[in-house]
């Protein structure tokens, strides 16, 4: 599975931005689906998740009720929508493709075999 990442940009404080996870290959929809970012001088972590159908998802506690993952197996894509960002937002975020599973998405990156290149998001103050 390759993965593209994009829609990262600019945007101000209390803003949004929609990022799109674009995947090749016919098994797109056996993957769980997952988001995560790295900021400048810290590890990567864990952002949101989406499972193989689109049914369950996994958000870590600093961007629950503000971002929202969806996938449409269809059009082999995998969205981010992140509304009221804040400063603290600001980093490369890089989607990722694991093997779907009976169960929640996962959070740790170990789980997680295929990664896109990664897009920008910075939140001005």
């Known amino acids: 599975v390759q993965l593209q990442a994009s829609g990262g940009g600019l945007v101000r404080a209390g803003g949004s931005l929609r990022l799109s996870c674009a995947a090749s290959?016919?098994?797109?929809?056996?993957?769980?689906m997952g988001w995560f970012r790295q900021a400048p001088g810290k590890e990567r972590e864990f952002v949101a998740a989406?499972?193989?159908?689109?049914?369950?998802?996994n958000y870590a506690d600093s961007v629950k009720g503000r971002f929202t993952s969806s996938r449409d197996n269809a059009k082999n894509t995998v969205y981010l929508q992140m509304n009221s960002l804040q400063p603290d937002d600001t980093a490369v975020y890089y989607c990722?493709?694991?093997?779907?599973?009976?169960?929640?998405?996962?959070?740790?990156?170990?789980?997680?075999?295929?990664w896109g290149q990664g897009t920008l998001v910075t939140v001005s103050s």
């Open positions: 989406v499972s193989w159908r689109g049914g369950v998802t």
């Open positions: 990722a493709a694991t093997l779907g599973s009976l169960f929640r998405p996962a959070s740790q990156s170990a789980r997680y075999d295929y």
């Open positions: 290959g016919r098994t797109f929809s056996s993957y769980d």
